[in-house]
């Protein structure tokens, strides 16, 4: 018996596996799994040939180096056909000079975009909102953002999250509120009494024995 997709799959959760996928794209079918041992950004559009995703694209594709640095790839998705994809991607290079280097899923029958919550009954029944979903090596989520349909994301701060998300994992440290590398990044705080004691004396550069700084 069929089942509807939004009442069967859970949306997907921090610090767990991401939902698995299977969709064509206009570089092929792409898989979650082809993406292991990368990270990978995931991000819905409402629609091909819009204004507002015209900008987010291009903002990507010119950000797509940097994103490559990080080990990282960029794979993008909404309810259009691959020939839609194609054709609009072919309009950008054509109308504004940039090429789309990463994949984009053709999510037809909603399948992707239902198992990644994309679809947000509030907002629209037949268009994916501006969601982003940040993937790390090992396929477990890491970082999700969500944007309405009338406002476009900010390329940089999903560049800077993977970035912080990256340091994170490799210092053990945490990142302070808009943090961005060469910054001090935040030391976990003591988890007991003997070191909250000694914390004040390790060097770091403390406000308060559950505040405290270091440089990388």
């Not at 701060?157 to 993977?162: D, G, H, P, Q, S």
Request: aromatic residues 10%; negative net charge; charged residues 25%.
């Amino acid at each position: 018996m069929d089942t509807d997709t939004t009442t069967t799959h859970q949306l997907p959760r921090l610090n767990e596996p991401a939902p698995d996928f299977e969709a064509p794209t206009t570089h092929g079918v792409k898989k979650l799994s082809d993406y292991r041992g990368r990270w990978l950004v995931l991000f819905s559009h409402p629609a091909d040939f819009t204004p507002v995703c015209t900008t987010e694209f291009i903002g990507f594709a010119k950000a797509y180096d940097d994103f490559q640095a990080l080990d990282t790839d960029l794979l993008g998705l909404s309810i259009d056909s691959t020939y839609s994809h194609i054709a609009w991607t072919r309009t950008i290079k054509e109308k504004f000079g940039v090429e789309i280097p990463f994949p984009i899923i053709a999510d037809l029958s909603m399948d992707v975009a239902h198992r990644y919550g994309m679809i947000q009954p509030g907002a629209s029944d037949t268009s994916t909102v501006r969601c982003t979903f940040v993937i790390d090596d090992k396929g477990i989520m890491r970082a999700m953002i969500y944007y309405p349909l009338s406002n476009g994301r900010s390329i940089d701060e999903v560049l800077r999250i993977v970035k912080a998300l990256q340091t994170s994992d490799a210092n053990g440290v945490a990142t302070p509120e808009g943090w961005t590398p060469g910054e001090k990044v935040i030391v976990p705080p003591p988890s007991d009494a003997t070191e909250a004691e000694k914390r004040m004396n390790e060097g770091y550069e403390c406000v308060d024995w559950w505040f405290c700084k270091k440089s990388l």
